[in-house]
């Protein structure tokens, strides 16, 4: 059974930075893409960043690039997250998000994926 565990979340002041882990069991981050979504208060899922299964392109979202950074240690099956120059907007719960499937079409959309972790708040404070 695939399952997936963030850590890492918590509360930073504007320009600091925070990582977020995604721990997996149940597949190998070889197989699989993976990606973090996030979602703020009363708004729908947000894409963040993917990394393709093996570890290869990335791909992140217009309001992230340059700030956030997206790696994989396909030894230990994590993934995560470096945020940095965080702003007040960043605030959201963060998701990880895996599937075995790569469509370089559908990789920022939240359906392409089976599967999620259960999410970690970030909160940046200005």
């Known amino acids: 059974q695939v399952q997936l565990r963030e850590s890492g979340g918590g509360l930073v002041q504007a320009g600091g930075s925070l990582r977020l882990s995604c721990a997996a069991s149940g597949h190998s981050s070889a197989t699989y893409t993976r990606a973090w979504f996030r979602q703020a208060p009363g708004k729908g899922r947000e894409f963040v960043a993917a990394i393709r299964r093996g570890g290869g392109d990335t791909f992140y979202a217009d309001s992230v690039k340059g700030r956030f950074t997206i790696s994989g240690n396909n030894a230990v099956n994590t993934i995560a997250l470096q945020m940095d120059r965080l702003e007040p907007e960043d605030t959201a719960i963060y998701y990880c998000?895996?599937?075995?499937?790569?469509?370089?079409?559908?990789?920022?959309?939240?359906?392409?994926?089976?599967?999620w972790g259960q999410g970690t708040q970030v909160t940046v404070s200005s």
């Open positions: 998000a895996a599937d075995p499937g790569f469509i370089p079409s559908t990789v920022r959309t939240p359906d392409a994926y089976d599967y």
